[in-house]
C-alpha cells in the first residue's frame, strides 16, 4: 500500500546530500515535494534535477531555517500552494569542529539555530496544519553524533544530543493528534557535509539514498506501528 502517494511533504535543506536525496524518493513515490535552501540558485538548481515532465508536483522556498519568519512565511506559502502539509523531513543541518576555546560565538549560534532551533520553528509552524488534515509525520535526521560525543563535536554534539531530546517530547505531545514521530540517526554518509578535505568520495560510507530509503520504510510503515528512533550506520566501516 501506498502510503505517500498525493501527500503534501516539506524537506529542509532539499537541495543537496541526503535532503536531496529524501525529495528524489518522495516524488518517486508520487508525493507533492515542497524543498528549501538557503539560495535561489540553490533551489532553482534542485529543482531542474529533480522536475519530470508529468509527475507529482514539486515547488521550492528560499529560506535559512535559523530566521523564525522566514520559516513562517515557507509553511505559509506551501498551504497556499499544495493546500497544507502532511510529511516534514527536517533535513537543514551544518556543522563546524572545533575545541571549544576555538570555536567561535558565531559558529556555536550558527549550529544550535540551524540543526535545533530551526527544527523547532519547523515543527511549531507545521503541526497545527497537520492537525487540520487528521494527522501527519515528522521526520527528523539527526546523527549518530547525538548519543556519541567526540572531541572538536562540543557545538554539534549538542545540538544533535538537542535533537534527541526533542524529538523524543515530541513523540509523546502529538502522538494522539495521530501525527508519528521519528528521528534517523545515520553514521558516516558520503557527502560534501562530511567529505575528507581532498574531497574523495569514500565507498565505505553511507550514501544518501541509504537514508532516503529508512525515510521512505518509515513512512510506508502501518500507522499502528511507530519506529521511533532508527539509528543507522555503515554496515563494514573503516577500521
Given at each position: 500500500m501506498n502510503r505517500i502517494k498525493n501527500k503534501a511533504a516539506l524537506v529542509t535543506g532539499g537541495t543537496r546530500g541526503i535532503g536531496f536525496?529524501?525529495?528524489k524518493a518522495l516524488l518517486g513515490c508520487g508525493a507533492n515535494v515542497f524543498i528549501c535552501g538557503?539560495?535561489?540558485k540553490g533551489i532553482e538548481e534542485?529543482?531542474?534535477?529533480?522536475r519530470r515532465d508529468?509527475?507529482?508536483q514539486l515547488d521550492g522556498f528560499v529560506c535559512d531555517v535559523r530566521r523564525?519568519?522566514?520559516v513562517r512565511a515557507m509553511l505559509q506559502e506551501m498551504e497556499h500552494r499544495f493546500g497544507g502539509i502532511d510529511i516534514l523531513i527536517n533535513n537543514a543541518g551544518i556543522g563546524r569542529y572545533r575545541n571549544v576555546q576555538e570555536l567561535t560565538p558565531d559558529e556555536w549560534q550558527a549550529m544550535i539555530e540551524t540543526n535545533l532551533s530551526g527544527v523547532f520553528y519547523c515543527c511549531h509552524e507545521a503541526i497545527p496544519l497537520m492537525k487540520?488534515?487528521?494527522?501527519?509525520?515528522i521526520i527528523n535526521i539527526g546523527s549518530l553524533a547525538g548519543k556519541n560525543a567526540f572531541p572538536g563535536g562540543s557545538a554539534y554534539n549538542a545540538s544533535k544530543f538537542g535533537l534527541v531530546g526533542f524529538s523524543e517530547a515530541l513523540m509523546q505531545e502529538v502522538r494522539y493528534d495521530h501525527i508519528r514521530v521519528s528521528y534517523v540517526m545515520p553514521g558516516?554518509?558520503?557527502t560534501a557535509f562530511a567529505r575528507t578535505s581532498l574531497g574523495q568520495p569514500e565507498s565505505w560510507k553511507l550514501q544518501p539514498d541509504d537514508v532516503s530509503m529508512t525515510v521512505i520504510n518509515l513512512l510506508e510503515s502501518?500507522?499502528?506501528a511507530l519506529a521511533s528512533r532508527i539509528e543507522l550506520r555503515p554496515s563494514e566501516p573503516k577500521k
Open positions: 536525496a529524501i525529495a538557503t539560495t535561489e534542485a529543482m531542474t534535477a529533480l508529468k509527475g507529482p523564525y519568519e522566514q487540520r488534515r487528521g494527522g501527519g509525520y558516516s554518509v558520503d502501518d500507522p499502528r
